[in-house]
């Protein structure tokens, strides 16, 4: 069963390039472009993983990440040309889960994307079901 890679950027150019990429390593790839479309598209799809633009109009990138955090442990990539440690530290506080810098290696990247799938629990059950880890609910201390 594939797994599923939600790519959020303002930019179709990236988001098409990103689809492309990650569809020859085996990913199904959710795409939309504004941060108010991402929000809507982890309720409906709930992937395993999004890769995330910081700076978008309207919701941007960091808003994304704290309204998500609200109702999901979904890893979240930030993938951004913002190369400013404040900037990265923010992003991480805000919920990201890794940041990478535009632009990336794909080799890179389906690395980040596999280790944080990996992290996230994802297993198979003897009888075929798929059994996720804590991705969809948020954790409560």
Request: contains cysteine.
């Amino acid at each position: 069963m594939p797994k599923t890679v939600l790519t959020i950027d303002d930019d179709t150019a990236i988001t098409e390039l990103l689809a492309m990429l990650l569809r020859t390593h085996g990913y199904e790839v959710k795409t939309v472009n504004s941060g108010e479309e991402g929000v809507d598209a982890i309720k409906k799809y709930n992937p395993h993983v999004v890769v995330l633009d910081l700076m978008m109009p309207g919701l941007d990138g960091w808003q994304v990440c704290k309204t998500v955090r609200e109702f999901s442990n979904v890893p979240i990539v930030i993938l951004s040309a913002l190369d400013d440690p404040a900037m990265i530290a923010s992003a991480l506080d805000a919920g990201a889960d890794d940041y990478l810098i535009k632009p990336v290696s794909s080799s890179i990247l389906v690395a980040h994307l596999n280790r944080l799938i990996r992290r996230t629990g994802t297993l198979e059950a003897s009888n075929g079901t798929t059994i996720r880890g804590s991705r969809s609910q948020p954790q409560t201390s």
